[in-house]
Nanobody, 121 residues
Framework: VQLQASGGGSVQAGESLRLSCALS????????VAWFRQAAGKEREFVAS??????????QVAPSLQDRFAISRDNAKNTLYLQMDGLKPEDTAVYFC?????????????WGRGTLVTVSS
């Protein structure tokens, strides 16, 4: 199982980035796949997730980010995306994608290495 995050970089405040997380060895079906971020010296925080179990799908974005961030996925490419608009310096962090083993339980068992996003003012 691998989750490969990409798309990070250095941008100016107000600009946009789209992060990608390519899944291999697992699919979106019957699990939650999510983005987290961790800024230097801070704890990791939840950003957004996509959940799929049976006929139920759901997306969730952290309330403080809902007006600027959006999550989506491409089943054919087995890839999760995070569209980030209106970036702010406080969005600077390493962004990780993660997946649960199944649709039951909330523990994220699989983690990618992360991609660095740096936003300058």
């Amino acid at each position: 199982v691998q989750l490969q995050a990409s798309g990070g970089g250095s941008v100016q405040a107000g600009e946009s980035l789209r992060l990608s997380c390519a899944l291999s060895g697992l699919t979106f079906s019957n699990r939650r796949v999510a983005w987290f971020r961790q800024a230097a010296g801070k704890e990791r925080e939840f950003v957004a997730s996509f959940y799929w179990s049976g006929s139920t799908t759901a997306t969730q974005v952290a309330p403080s980010l809902q007006d600027r961030f959006a999550i989506s996925r491409d089943n054919a490419k087995n890839t999760l995306y995070l569209q980030m608009d209106g970036l702010k310096p406080e969005d600077t962090a390493v962004y990780f994608c993660a997946a649960t083993r199944s649709a039951v339980g909330g523990r994220f068992d699989y983690w990618g290495r992360g991609t660095l996003v740096t936003v300058s003012s």
